[in-house]
């Protein structure tokens, strides 16, 4: 057995790791929450997570809300701000959570703010969770809640030609590998916008992250998740077209993008090196790199801290020049 000494002195090293870890956080970010890290990592984990995650979250006044079937895929909100209706622009709206955790509800609030700040009309996909099922299931089931938009726009006073993909983290990498989809089979996308998407596989690959990933989503994490999703580990060959945004290798002709991440957050490089083939390729990309801020600190800081409401205004900003309906409002 490890005597006190023994466990004390393994104790305090580990708080000064995360001390250290932590003096990289921007100051108005740290809260007494991140010294306790919940890496999910298992069944357990997973568990665990999921029933934290069961939260929802209310939608401002003012917008309502109504509930879809999508065919072909799982079901779908629909928030849509009052006014006269006229053909406008839209956003499909991916969840975050690994690909493994989370619910369209717990966005309720986000969903219905950019609906009633942009006028445009916003759909929240549902879509099947990995490990219960793997790639291609909740890809398809993004799909076909994109489709489903593109056929419901006249009904929903939506011009097909100013549709939107955006989404946070697992939700963001779906949304990117949507996109790439819309592109080769002939469906409109005017915009692309990518909160610190979870892109590519291969960072499971990685061992020296420099850093990054120490605090909210970790490479540990990351490993499972994509274990997860794809059915397996990851590897350094995947010939599964859209089962990650990252590896597809010809990005000419994809729609304008929005890309947004912290210098802390795990998918950095990941999201640089997208962005960099973006460009490269000719798809015109707003990069925004937010010192200090670790991966989701927008999700439990927007509404309290001035950088991260500015973080998400300008995600708001651009998604508006995107679809070209002026710009956000930026009301409470």
Request: aromatic content about 6%.
């Amino acid at each position: 057995m490890l005597g006190a000494a023994t466990v004390a002195a393994s104790v305090a090293a580990s708080a000064a790791r995360r001390h250290h870890t932590l003096s990289a956080v921007a100051p108005e970010l740290r809260t007494p929450a991140l010294w306790l890290p919940r890496p999910i990592i298992g069944k357990l984990s997973l568990t665990l997570a999921r029933r934290r995650s069961r939260r929802t979250t209310d939608p401002v006044a003012g917008v309502a809300v109504t509930r879809h079937d999508v065919p072909g895929g799982q079901d779908a909100f629909v928030y849509e701000s009052p006014g006269p209706r006229r053909p406008g622009g839209a956003l499909l709206w991916i969840h975050g959570g690994g690909t493994i955790l989370g619910h369209p509800e717990s966005d309720h609030e986000l969903c219905s703010r950019i609906a009633r700040d942009l006028r445009i009309v916003v759909v929240s996909a549902r879509y099947r969770l990995a490990p219960e099922h793997p790639f291609p299931a909740g890809f398809d089931d993004c799909f076909a809640a994109l489709r489903w938009l593109h056929d419901a726009a006249p009904a929903l006073g939506v011009d097909a030609a100013r549709v939107a993909v955006g989404g946070a983290s697992a939700g963001g990498g779906l949304a990117a590998s949507v996109v790439q989809k819309a592109h080769d089979h002939g469906l409109p996308v005017a915009f692309q916008m990518l909160l610190y998407p979870m892109l590519d596989d291969r960072t499971a690959l990685v061992r020296d992250h420099r850093g990054r990933g120490r605090i909210g989503w970790t490479p540990r994490s990351n490993t499972y998740a994509w274990s997860c999703y794809l059915g397996r580990g990851p590897r350094v060959a995947e010939p599964r077209p859209y089962a990650a945004a990252g590896r597809r290798e010809d990005l000419r002709g994809l729609p304008p993008a929005w890309i947004g991440v912290g210098d802390l957050d795990l998918f950095y490089s990941e999201n640089l090196r997208y962005a960099e083939r973006l460009r490269a390729a000719g798809v015109p990309v707003d990069l925004v790199v937010e010192p200090g801020m670790y991966h989701g600190a927008d999700f439990d800081h927007h509404a309290t801290v001035p950088s991260m409401r500015a973080f998400r205004q300008g995600m708001l900003d651009a998604l508006a020049a995107g679809l070209t309906v002026g710009p956000a409002t930026g009301r409470s």
